[in-house]
C-alpha cells in the first residue's frame, strides 16, 4: 500500500491529508491555523509555519508524494534573487477595483479581456495586483522580476528553491495573464500592468511533476483550490458545482475554453487536462442571513418557517441583489420583494421566499453555462447551507436536475493527494495510458453523499422559475438579452 499526501493552505489554515495511493482511503490527516495576521496581505513564511505544525507528529512518514492547493488568486513578488520583494497580496484584497477598471480601459475593454484571456480582470486577479503594485508602490514594482501563485510558491520551497519554478494550467487560468483557449501566457498582459516583463512559472500538464524534494518525495503540479476541490469531489463532463458561500459561484466541466464577450463566464482551466468554466453571483448566503435577521432568527430558524409555506411562498418573490448584482450585471442595484397580499405576509413565506430567491439566482447562473453548451445533469451542492432543509426540498426542482450535496470533508487537500497519486503512478509506469496515450488519473471513490431528485416536484419549481423570471424580466428589461 503506497501512501500520497495532499495539503490544501487556505486563507486561514493548513489542511493535509494522508491517503492510501490506489483507494484514495484517508489514513491520517493533519490541521493547524495561519499563524494571526489580519488584512489584504500577509508573509508567506506564515504558510510554511502553519505546513510544518500540521504537519507534525511524523504525519507524512511512508508518503511517497506530495500535492498542493492553495488559495487562488494571491500574488507573491519576488526580486531577481527569488526572495520577497514585500508582503504577498491575497485574494481579498479589494483595494485594486480601480486598478481593475483601469486595465479593463488599456485594453479596450471587457471584450477585449474576454478574447484574450477568457476574463474580464476584477480586484482580486493577481494582473490586477500588478497594476496596483504599479501604481501606488513604483518601487518596490520596479524591483519585481517573478510572480508566483500561493501554491507555486509552496511547492518550491518544499523542493528547496531549485532554479525550476513551476505550476499548473489552473492555478495559471486565475491569474489574469494566461490564456485558457490558447494554453499559453499573455507577456504583453503582465508588461501592460507592471510596466515591464516578468519571469513566469513553467505550466506543467495534469499528471507533471514538479520535482523531488531533497528526501526523494515527489511534487506534483499542484493547483488553485477551487480545482483541486472539483478533483477531489470526482466531478466530471455533465455536473455542475454550486458553491454556497456569503456569494456563490456556479461551474461546470468542459471540454473547451469559453469566450463569453461580456465577461459574464471566467474560463478557467482545471487539474485534469479539461475546462472550468465559472458563473459568481454577489448574493448568496447572506441572503438568508439577511432575511433570518429580519425575522429574529438563524439559518436553522429560517429553514424551518420556510419549510411551514409552500412552493412559490403565497405569490411572493424576492429578487435577492442584496449587494448589487453580477449575474446579471446590476453592481448598483438593490434587493426586492414584489406580489406582496394581506396573506402572504407571514415570517414562514417570506422565509421561503427568500431560499427560493437565492436559487433562482443561482439557477440564473446555471442557465448561462447551459445556454454556452456546458452540460448539466447533476448539481453538487456545497457549503454549510447546502445542509438546510428548506434548500435540500427546493433546490432539486428550481436546478431541474439531480441534487446530491456531498458530506463535509476535505476536497480541496484530496484533490491535491489524487493528483500527488497521479503523478507518481506516471512517473513510475503504474498508471497505463489509455488510447491516446494519456495517463489516466488514479480512479478514487466519489464523495458519499445524499441525493435529491426533482421528482413529481420538477412542474412546480418550473413554474416558480418562471414567476421569478417574469418579475426578474419586468423590473430590469433585457438583463439576459446577452447572456445564455
Known sequence: ???????????????????????????????????????????????????????????????????????????????????????????????????????????????????????????THPVTKLRWLARTEPANAARIAEVMQPHDWLAWQLLGRPARRTTDRGGASATGFWSAADEAYRPDLVELALGHQVRLPEVLGPSGTAGFTPEGLLISAGTGDTMAAAFGLGVGVGDAVVSLGASGSVFGIHHEALVDPDGTITSFADATGRHLPVVHTSNAVRVLRGTAEMLGTDLEGLSELALKSSAGAYGMVMLPYLEGERTPHLPHTAGSLHGMRRESMKPEHLARAAVEGMLCGLADALDVLRGRGVAVRRVFLLGGAAELGAVQAAAPALFGVQVVVPQPAEYA??????????????AHGTLAPNDGGWVEPPQWPAAASQVFEPGEELPVGQAVRQQYTAVRDEAYPGVFGQQG
Open 1 to 123: 500500500m503506497g501512501k500520497v499526501a495532499g495539503l490544501d493552505s487556505s486563507s486561514e489554515s493548513t489542511r493535509i491529508v494522508v491517503c492510501d495511493t490506489d483507494t484514495g482511503a484517508v489514513i491520517r490527516q493533519g490541521y493547524a491555523p495561519h499563524p494571526a495576521e489580519k488584512g489584504p496581505e500577509v508573509d508567506p513564511q506564515a504558510w510554511l509555519m502553519s505546513l510544518g505544525e500540521a504537519a507534525g507528529n511524523g504525519l507524512l512518514e511512508g508518503v511517497q508524494a506530495i500535492g498542493v492547493s492553495a488559495q487562488q488568486h494571491g500574488l507573491v513578488p519576488l526580486d531577481a534573487e527569488g526572495n520577497l520583494v514585500r508582503p504577498a497580496l491575497l485574494g481579498n484584497d479589494k483595494r485594486g477595483q480601480s486598478a481593475a477598471a483601469d486595465l479593463v480601459d488599456s485594453l479596450g475593454g471587457r471584450t477585449a479581456w474576454a478574447q484574450a484571456i477568457g476574463a474580464v480582470p476584477q480586484a
Open 413 to 426: 487537500a484530496l484533490g491535491a493527494a489524487r493528483q500527488a497519486a497521479w503523478a507518481l503512478g506516471a
